[in-house]
């Protein structure tokens, strides 16, 4: 789990937000990180702090000196304790060596600290004149400074793009630099990282804008090696897939291929799911390359099933890309297909590695998309109680777009199913647990699979009108206030989701919906099994409703027979 970074009060510096407890400026030799430090700790109010200096102090020589004697394992070596004694104190602005950041365990610790990393990014023709002829810098000693600088960025720029922001450094007065870095900091806005702490796979969801586009940076600590295969279905590919090939590129990944499947819900069949496999294997992947699922829930499960297939299991990151997927699908490590008999009917438990959910691409979704997501976070609330209220105050600002109501909707959505999945991870709890997602779902899952998953009822549309009836259903066993299922339907109504059974053009048969029902995965024992309520953030499982009340509700919804 992330730690909670400590802040600086507001008052101690000009922002309008409270900065983080330490500021580490990394990068090249000659990238200014000294200088730029100096002035920014004056201008925030902070102490500075020189790694290389710090070290020589301790060390009770010069760095020339220590990597003549000792060589660079020792040097890293007293680096690391120096930097973590340093980020262990006060608040501060720290600048550190150039090869600082390089190192994997120092990376380490500096995330873990709740530092804000900041590299000051520079070309060749800038740092040449900062570092040629300059004694104190042991990797330029005797060689041509070019030569080093080349070799040196090629190892180092990858790994420098796991920093929290990335400043461009021109040939300018330091002054000019460091304006540029404390307006960076003004305005940065870093992801929330929600954990999901399962036992031994514990990965984290995060949560932020502008994410692809760092998403080599953000996925590199949790893969063992920087290799994916990306797949993405043609719409989100046309819209996204550069960005996030250059975002994982920045960040020294090989891209082993960009696959993309056909959009829909007819992609997640078992032909769609041969083609998949044949094409990863045909990519020339191993056991340490990741899957990278680009896309919405269809990709999500169509994805994370070939990774957990592909020689026994491939490391998974989910990149979500619709809201249905980033409140829902991507997290948990559900994964399948569908099949005739019904929907998600094959699959694995198969957790990933970490899951981007990308705010900012929520904004090229098409509005019926972003509805048929929201019902899912509707579903959440109900389940949660307090995010219900929130919904019925502020769900039609997120289905109208509003970024900061769709970031919390994404936040709060993802916390409440983190936490179920942590306590009950593959759904064996006997009562409750992960069966509580499913609230809507028994119903909603029947009506999409009699519609053929042909894009005339989306999945989130489904569950809208499993919601309400599931409400009814819940009024009918006198488990809740009669006026509750009222109130879900006006909701869902108000936000332009279907939430009645009578509210699709298309009619039902009442022999269809119960079969398909009792074809459901949460079917125990030949009897059906529901998410039912005693209000919001009341939700329980039943499994003994007799299914004359079901027929009968259905019947007086409009199922025909």
């Known amino acids: 789990?992330?730690?909670?970074?400590?802040?600086?009060?507001?008052?101690?510096?000009?922002?309008?937000?409270?900065?983080?407890?330490?500021?580490?400026?990394?990068?090249?030799?000659g990238s200014g990180k000294?200088?730029?430090?100096?002035?920014?700790?004056?201008?925030?109010?902070?102490?500075?702090?020189?790694?290389?200096?710090?070290?020589?102090?301790?060390?009770?020589?010069?760095?020339?000196?220590?990597?003549?004697?000792?060589?660079?394992?020792?040097?890293?070596?007293?680096?690391?304790?120096?930097i973590g004694r340093l980020l262990a104190g006060p608040p501060l602005i720290l600048a550190t060596g150039g090869g600082a950041y390089a190192d994997a365990e120092t990376r380490r610790a500096i995330r873990d600290s709740g530092a804000l990393a900041v590299w000051l990014r520079c070309t060749v023709p800038v740092l040449l004149p900062r570092v040629s002829g300059r004694a104190t810098r042991p990797m330029f000693l005797n060689k041509d400074p070019e030569e080093v600088l080349?070799?040196?960025?090629?190892?180092?720029?990858?790994?420098y793009a796991e920093a929290d922001l990335v400043i461009d450094c021109l040939d300018e007065n330091p002054e000019t630099t460091t304006d540029r870095v404390e307006a960076a900091l003004h305005d940065h806005t870093p992801p929330a990282r929600l954990p999901v702490p399962l036992s031994g796979r514990a990965y984290e969801v995060v949560v932020?804008?502008?994410?692809?586009?760092?998403?080599?940076?953000?996925?590199?600590?949790?893969?063992?090696?920087?290799?994916?295969a990306i797949v993405s279905d043609a719409s989100v590919a046309a819209l996204h897939l550069p960005t996030l090939e250059a975002g994982l590129r920045e960040a020294g990944f090989e891209i082993r291929a960009s696959l993309t499947v056909p959009p829909g819900e007819a992609s997640k069949s078992f032909a769609q799911f041969g083609t998949l496999m044949e094409d990863l294997l045909a990519a020339g992947i191993d056991r340490q390359t990741a899957v990278v699922a680009l896309g919405g829930g269809v990709v999500g499960d169509l994805a994370g099933y070939a990774a957990a297939s592909a020689l026994r299991g491939l490391p998974f990151v989910q990149i979500p890309t619709?809201?249905?997927a980033q409140v829902d699908s991507s997290v948990g490590g559900k994964t399948g297909i569908n099949l005739r008999a019904g929907k998600n009917l094959a699959g694995a438990f198969h957790q990933p590695r970490i899951v981007l959910a990308d705010t900012g691409v929520l904004t090229t979704l098409p509005s019926r998309e972003l509805r048929a997501g929201y019902a899912e976070v509707a579903k959440h609330g109900l389940l949660q109680g307090a995010l219900w209220d929130w919904c019925e105050a502020h769900g039609a600002k997120a289905v109208a777009g509003d970024a900061a109501a769709l970031r919390h909707a994404v936040l709060e959505s993802c916390r409440?199913?983190?936490a179920v999945v942590a306590a009950d991870e593959r759904e064996e709890s006997p009562e409750g647990g992960r069966a509580l997602l499913n609230l809507g779902h028994t119903f909603g899952h029947a009506i999409e699979a009699e519609c053929g998953y042909d894009g005339s009822l989306l999945h989130g549309e489904g569950v809208a009108i499993g919601l309400g009836l599931a409400a009814r259903l819940s009024v009918i066993l006198g488990l809740c206030e009669a006026s509750l299922p009222e109130r879900v339907e006006a909701h869902l109504s108000a936000v332009g989701l279907p939430a009645r059974l009578s509210h699709l053009p298309r009619r039902f048969t009442l022999a269809?919906?119960?079969?398909?029902?009792?074809?459901?995965?949460?079917?125990?024992?030949?009897?059906?099994?529901?998410?039912?309520?005693?209000?919001?953030?009341?939700?329980?499982t039943k499994g003994d409703v007799d299914p004359a009340l079901v027929e009968a509700l259905l019947r007086s919804e409009g199922a025909q027979g």
């Open 34 to 82: 000294s200088s730029i430090g100096k002035r920014l700790a004056t201008r925030l109010g902070m102490p500075f702090r020189d790694a290389d200096t710090e070290i020589e102090a301790a060390a009770g020589q010069p760095i020339t000196e220590i990597f003549a004697r000792y060589g660079e394992p020792h040097f890293r070596e007293g680096e690391r304790r120096v």
């Open 150 to 159: 080349t070799r040196l960025m090629a190892a180092r720029h990858p790994l």
């Open 416 to 418: 409440l199913k983190a």
């Open 322 to 324: 619709t809201l249905l």
């Open 208 to 228: 932020g804008d502008g994410l692809l586009a760092r998403a080599g940076g953000l996925i590199a600590p949790a893969l063992p090696a920087r290799r994916v």
């Open 1 to 29: 789990m992330e730690p909670a970074p400590a802040v600086l009060p507001i008052a101690a510096n000009r922002f309008s937000r409270p900065l983080p407890r330490a500021v580490v400026l990394i990068g090249m030799p």
């Open 512 to 540: 269809a919906l119960m079969a398909r029902m009792r074809k459901d995965k949460k079917v125990r024992d030949g009897a059906l099994r529901f998410v039912l309520l005693r209000g919001p953030g009341q939700a329980f």
